[in-house]
């Protein structure tokens, strides 16, 4: 994956339509229901019978393998291992982790994968800045990182990073389902399991809302979840879980 150029990523709908379907699920939802509920709705977006969604969920801690997981990376298997149809590699799902299904129909954006991979970075970059943290972009490493200087530097001395964000999307007839993660309090431990994204360097590792030191609630990420979702995809409407 390169980098984004585009001064702006916005993923602005093309032609008139319902806005996005913006739903919060209230309690903790098995991996293989999440996947189900989601192959469904993008069936329905693809056909035309359902408007687009993003479905706010938390899972019970597990273990996803992505499209090019390799099995070496997972080295201690402590919870539940679900293949995955996502792109990516291995990723920890856990309490304190706010996963965002995103089901939208590119065919009425752009039909554009890396375009629409940018867009879902610069909703959680939006999203970090409200809490005054700065999330960037890497090249050849998808997600969104934070620079971490209280922490040592590679043996080359490439400077510390922390991922706080993973992004793994499946797309079918140009309608997207999977997402995004953002830690906000998660056991960092969990991740010790596999190697997350298939990276292993000691200077770049994992951290979280609250392990950077801002102890915000799950409800306030929520808030500016949705705001910023808005700034890069356009209008929402509340709905049940």
Not at 121 to 136: D, M, P, Q, S, Y
Not at 164 to 179: P, S
Not at 202 to 221: I, K, N, R, Y
Request: aromatic residues 8%; hydrophobic residues 40%.
């Amino acid at each position: 994956m390169t980098l984004c150029l585009a001064p702006t990523h916005t993923l602005m709908p093309a032609t008139p339509g319902a806005p996005v379907e913006w739903s919060i699920e209230p309690a903790f939802t098995g991996y293989e229901a999440a996947v189900a509920v989601m192959e469904t709705r993008a069936d329905a977006i693809a056909a035309g019978e359902a408007p687009e969604r993003v479905w706010l969920v938390e899972h019970p801690a597990l273990y996803t393998a992505g499209t090019s997981a390799k099995d070496g990376d997972l080295i201690d298997a402590r919870f539940p291992v679900f293949r995955s149809g996502r792109g990516g590699q291995y990723t920890y799902h856990g309490p304190g982790q706010r996963v965002g299904y995103a089901m939208l129909d590119l065919r009425r954006r752009r039909q554009d994968l890396r375009a629409y991979v940018c867009a879902l970075e610069e909703w959680i970059i939006g999203t970090l800045a409200a809490f005054n943290v700065r999330g960037e972009r890497r090249e050849g490493r998808v997600g969104v990182w934070v620079a971490r200087p209280d922490k040592q530097r590679g043996l080359d001395g490439s400077p510390a990073e922390d991922k706080i964000a993973a992004i793994g999307v499946r797309v079918r007839r140009w309608v997207t389902f999977h997402g995004i993660s953002l830690n906000v309090e998660p056991d960092l431990s969990h991740f010790a399991g596999i190697v997350p994204c298939g990276i292993a360097q000691a200077h770049l590792g994992v951290t979280s809302l609250v392990d950077l030191g801002l102890p915000v609630t799950m409800a306030e990420v929520d808030a500016v979840l949705r705001r910023e979702f808005e700034r890069v995809f356009g209008p929402t409407r509340a709905v049940e879980g």
